[in-house]
Nanobody, 120 residues
Framework: QVQLVESGGGLVQPGGSLRLSCAAP????????MGWYRQAPGKQRELVAA???????NYADSVKGRFTISRDNAKNTVYLQMNSLKPEDTAVYYC??????????????WGQGTQVTVSS
């Protein structure tokens, strides 16, 4: 069983920033691709960003240029820096682990989720 623990969610005004963190076991972070998904009320869960074992990244079109995914293997943490937030970014954000070193593999573990609310 792999435990992924998210933190950093909260309430922010439109145009503001938040940084989400996901703590993962060191053995996992150095070997597998990781990602962030989100689910807004009444909508399907969607990929936000992913990062391979080697550091290559992939983003949803809706967040390109605003969000940045990164990983710090020394700190056993994956980050999602979110800038220029919009009300439509409001969702529960989930940290995920992929079954392989690339994000073309399947997601096999999910965190518990952290709420992000963008509102004035």
């Amino acid at each position: 069983q792999v435990q992924l623990v998210e933190s950093g969610g909260g309430l922010v005004q439109p145009g503001g920033s938040l940084r989400l963190s996901c703590a993962a076991p060191r053995s996992i972070l150095s070997m597998y691709a990781m990602g962030w998904y989100r689910q807004a009320p009444g909508k399907q869960r969607e990929l936000v960003a992913a990062i391979t074992r080697g550091g290559s990244t992939n983003y949803a079109d809706s967040v390109k240029g605003r969000f940045t995914i990164s990983r710090d293997n020394a700190k056993n943490t994956v980050y999602l820096q979110m800038n220029s937030l919009k009300p439509e970014d409001t969702a529960v954000y989930y940290c995920t682990k992929y079954s392989g070193s690339y994000y073309y593999s399947q997601v096999d573990y999910w965190g518990q989720g952290t709420q992000v609310t963008v509102s004035s």
